[in-house]
């Protein structure tokens, strides 16, 4: 849960610095190289398993509004909203028509990882304590672990960039052999304009 | 109050508790032979009872509430492979990522290929990969009692050799209750299957209740999200 949020919220960062990730596969670094105020867009997520014979697949769609608040949401095949806003980070689930808060594994963790993406959205991703970037000549940006630990969760991550635009046209996460979690973006919208996204957006469904 | 007072309704306390924790697992009860069976209803009862199993090669993935007896609760998703004789699982967060993952082999080896804690210890593996027998797998049949209970529903005994008893009781609407005692006849898990449903032409319950009992019990409230025959 803890790499996970790691993950979405990077991905969110990601789609967030989209002119920051460009200048990175140039390897020419800018920082804060635009102001973004918001970034939405919806996904579909792929999970590949060895043991799946069908990959699982869940659809869904994220809310960023700067400085730091993030609604990030499964419409299927489990209803679920993440939620962070101003450092309060919660998750719901929806079980018989309600959205129900979950306790479980990993809230507190998100806690910590929460402090490191903070850091990620004032810098450069180059500087990341968490994962060492290449970028490659295909448009691919290739994100390892620095820690054994978390390597030991998550082998590595590949971000994909839409040629002109910048923005992101999926991430897959590799977790080991044959098991991998890709989502693919669309309809992404960056500083959407004449609509401001109420805070609202990222309190308790 | 005084101490001695206090400790009295300790005790009258802990007496309830214990009372409760008897009714919550009650033993065995007793199961009368049909006074006469024709054959052919020995085997129409055998074969519903069967059928509350699937065999072959199926994929389920379920939406899984998991939820302990101090109230808190989790929701994972889980996939269980029917593969023959092989017996695959994983667990998931909601978000797509595993948790664990494990194989049974046919030889009855459990290979776990990924546990991300708290899932990474034998005692997790073992219990789980018990659990998703009981849930997936029918018992054998060397040993089997077809009778009926004081109200006259039917029910299917099984002995198998480790003294594991279970019950089975299918309703004429396809759900079907499973009883499963330990060998000194203390009620261990409880499975209520609801009705089925027809999905890629297969009839599938959509509704699992697993219940496991004990000092660490446990509730799994399961939804059927997909099943795929391949």
Request: proline residues 4%.
């Given at each position: 849960?803890?790499?996970?949020?790691?993950?979405?919220?990077?991905?969110?960062?990601?789609?967030?610095?989209?002119?920051?990730?460009?200048?990175?596969?140039?390897?020419?670094?800018?920082?804060?190289?635009?102001?973004?105020?918001?970034?939405?867009?919806?996904?579909?997520?792929?999970?590949?398993?060895?043991?799946?014979?069908?990959?699982?697949?869940?659809?869904?769609?994220?809310?960023?509004?700067?400085?730091?608040?993030?609604?990030?949401?499964?419409?299927?095949?489990?209803?679920?909203?993440?939620?962070?806003?101003?450092?309060?980070?919660?998750?719901?689930?929806?079980?018989?028509?309600?959205?129900?808060?979950?306790?479980g594994?990993?809230?507190?963790?998100?806690?910590?990882?929460?402090?490191?993406?903070?850091?990620?959205?004032?810098?450069?991703?180059?500087?990341?304590?968490?994962?060492?970037?290449?970028?490659?000549d295909?448009?691919?940006?290739?994100?390892?672990?620095?820690?054994?630990?978390?390597?030991?969760?998550?082998?590595?991550?590949?971000?994909?960039?839409?040629?002109?635009?910048?923005?992101?046209?999926?991430?897959?996460?590799?977790?080991?052999?044959?098991?991998?979690?890709?989502?693919?973006?669309?309809?992404?919208?960056?500083?959407?304009?004449?609509?401001?996204?109420?805070?609202?957006?990222?309190?308790?469904? | 109050?005084?101490?001695?007072?206090?400790?009295?309704?300790l005790?009258?306390y802990?007496?309830?508790?214990?009372?409760?924790?008897?009714?919550?697992?009650?033993?065995?009860?007793?199961?009368?032979?049909?006074?006469?069976?024709?054959?052919?209803?020995?085997?129409?009862?055998q074969?519903?009872?069967?059928?509350?199993?699937?065999?072959?090669?199926y994929?389920?993935?379920?939406?899984?509430?998991?939820?302990?007896?101090?109230?808190?609760?989790?929701?994972?998703?889980?996939?269980?492979?029917?593969?023959?004789?092989?017996?695959?699982?994983?667990?998931?967060?909601?978000?797509?990522?595993?948790?664990?993952?494990?194989?049974?082999?046919?030889?009855?080896?459990?290979?776990?290929?990924?546990?991300?804690?708290?899932?990474?210890?034998?005692?997790?593996?073992e219990?789980?990969?018990?659990?998703?027998?009981?849930?997936?797998?029918?018992?054998?049949?060397d040993?089997?009692?077809?009778?009926?209970?004081?109200?006259?529903?039917?029910?299917?005994?099984?002995?198998?050799?480790?003294?594991?008893?279970?019950?089975?009781?299918?309703?004429?609407?396809?759900?079907s209750?499973?009883?499963?005692?330990?060998?000194?006849?203390?009620?261990?898990?409880?499975?209520?299957?609801?009705?089925?449903?027809?999905?890629?032409?297969?009839?599938?319950?959509?509704?699992?209740?697993?219940?496991?009992?004990?000092?660490?019990?446990?509730?799994?409230?399961?939804?059927?999200?997909?099943?795929?025959?391949?």
């Amino acid at each position: 849960m803890k790499s996970l949020l790691t993950v979405l919220l990077l991905c969110a960062f990601v789609l967030m610095t989209q002119a920051q990730v460009r200048a990175q596969a140039q390897a020419q670094v800018q920082k804060n190289s635009i102001s973004v105020e918001s970034v939405q867009a919806y996904f579909t997520q792929e999970k590949q398993l060895p043991i799946l014979a069908r990959p699982i697949i869940s659809k869904g769609r994220f809310v960023f509004k700067a400085p730091g608040s993030l609604r990030w949401e499964y419409f299927s095949p489990i209803r679920t909203v993440l939620l962070m806003d101003d450092g309060h980070i919660s998750k719901f689930i929806k079980r018989d028509g309600k959205f129900i808060e979950e306790h479980g594994m990993g809230v507190d963790s998100m806690r910590i990882i929460l402090s490191e993406i903070t850091g990620w959205l004032d810098g450069d991703i180059t500087d990341t304590p968490t994962f060492r970037v290449q970028s490659r000549d295909d448009g691919f940006i290739i994100l390892t672990p620095r820690d054994a630990t978390l390597a030991k969760i998550i082998s590595r991550i590949e971000l994909k960039l839409l040629d002109q635009s910048g923005l992101m046209e999926s991430v897959t996460i590799y977790e080991g052999p044959g098991s991998l979690t890709r989502m693919m973006f669309s309809a992404t919208v960056l500083n959407e304009k004449g609509r401001k996204i109420p805070q609202e957006s990222f309190k308790k469904p | 109050m005084s101490v001695k007072h206090k400790n009295i309704v300790l005790v009258l306390y802990l007496l309830l508790l214990s009372s409760c924790t008897v009714f919550q697992t009650p033993n065995l009860p007793e199961i009368i032979e049909w006074q006469s069976m024709s054959e052919s209803t020995h085997r129409q009862i055998q074969q519903k009872c069967e059928q509350n199993y699937f065999q072959g090669h199926y994929q389920f993935v379920h939406s899984i509430v998991f939820e302990r007896t101090n109230g808190l609760s989790t929701t994972v998703i889980g996939v269980t492979v029917i593969d023959g004789e092989t017996l695959k699982t994983g667990l998931l967060g909601v978000e797509g990522f595993v948790l664990f993952e494990a194989v049974l082999t046919k030889e009855k080896e459990l290979v776990v290929n990924r546990a991300l804690p708290p899932f990474d210890n034998s005692e997790f593996a073992e219990g789980l990969m018990r659990d998703v027998q009981i849930l997936f797998r029918a018992p054998p049949d060397d040993n089997l009692f077809i009778g009926h209970l004081v109200d006259g529903t039917p029910v299917c005994r099984y002995f198998q050799q480790e003294g594991q008893i279970t019950d089975i009781i299918v309703h004429e609407d396809g759900s079907s209750r499973v009883n499963v005692y330990d060998p000194s006849y203390e009620h261990i898990r409880t499975i209520i299957t609801g009705s089925r449903i027809v999905v890629n032409e297969e009839m599938i319950p959509e509704t699992i209740e697993f219940e496991a009992y004990g000092l660490r019990g446990y509730t799994l409230n399961m939804t059927l999200i997909s099943v795929d025959k391949m």
